[in-house]
């Protein structure tokens, strides 16, 4: 099962900032958070991850509580092109760990003009 | 540079038929996964190779799935005496290590639809 939890739907207008966020209450301390967007009838693809630290990349931010029991995706300034499932997956570091994602049912983030 | 492709982007069986799909994943990645993704649900794991050992196979939903790898690069995922059940979006994903916080790179997927 998933380990995380997020909202079924979100709405952002253009321009403007969207914040997705993400529930993950029992992490366990050598486990990531990854996020991983899905556009239409395309594959996943990855935005950011991070394990305790704030992140940001040229996608996106990452900001990651202290307790690390939810964290929160920043995308600054939404277009439309971002309209997509977004998903947030807690994911196990490790050499015994195959890697393998294990994705719940996302945020459906509908970027309107 | 590329990035994983998947072949046919498009497939129609008659229940019961055999189907294969095919993955190139990019150039040098040691890892490859196979997820099967449902209408309107996340994709789901079903099998995982490094190199040419398929290390974790769990996901498979039925023995009439098998995957392999032979040479370590291309993948295929065949579906034996196909099912209506098994209509979903395959999709393929490489890494470039074993490391389990590696970046998975994903293909475009292949629909398959059995009637």
Redesign the interface.
């Known amino acids: 099962d998933a380990k995380t939890t997020q909202p079924p739907s979100m709405d952002c207008a253009e321009g403007r900032a969207a914040n997705l966020p993400c529930n993950h209450s029992t992490i366990s301390g050598n486990e990531y958070v990854y996020w991983y967007r899905q556009i239409h009838s395309q594959g996943p693809q990855y935005i950011i991850h991070g394990l305790k630290n704030n992140e940001t990349n040229e996608m996106a931010s990452l900001i990651i509580t202290e307790d690390r029991k939810s964290s929160t995706l920043i995308l600054p300034h939404a277009t439309l092109r971002d309209t997509a499932v977004y998903y947030c997956i807690v994911r196990g570091g490790g050499s015994s760990n195959t890697g393998k994602l294990i994705f719940g049912q996302g945020t459906t983030l509908q970027v309107k003009p | 540079g590329a990035g ?1 492709s998947q072949s046919p982007r498009y497939k129609v069986a008659k229940r019961g038929q055999d189907v294969a799909l095919r993955c190139d994943p990019i150039s040098g990645h040691v ?1 490859l ?1 196979w ?1 099967q993704q449902a209408l309107g ?5 079903l099998t ?1 190779f ?1 190199n040419e050992a398929q ?2 196979k769990s ?1 498979l939903p039925s023995d009439r799935f098998f995957a392999e790898r032979p040479e370590g690069s291309v993948s295929t995922l065949k579906i034996q005496r196909t099912q209506q059940e098994d209509s979903a979006v395959y ?1 393929c ?1 490489s ?1 470039l290590s ?12 292949t629909r398959l639809l059995v009637l």
Request: glycine share 18%; net charge negative.
């Open positions: 994983v890892s996964f997820y649900q996340g994709p789901e794991f995982y490094q290390l974790d996901g999709l994903a890494s074993i490391s389990g916080t590696e970046t998975q790179y994903f293909g475009p997927g």
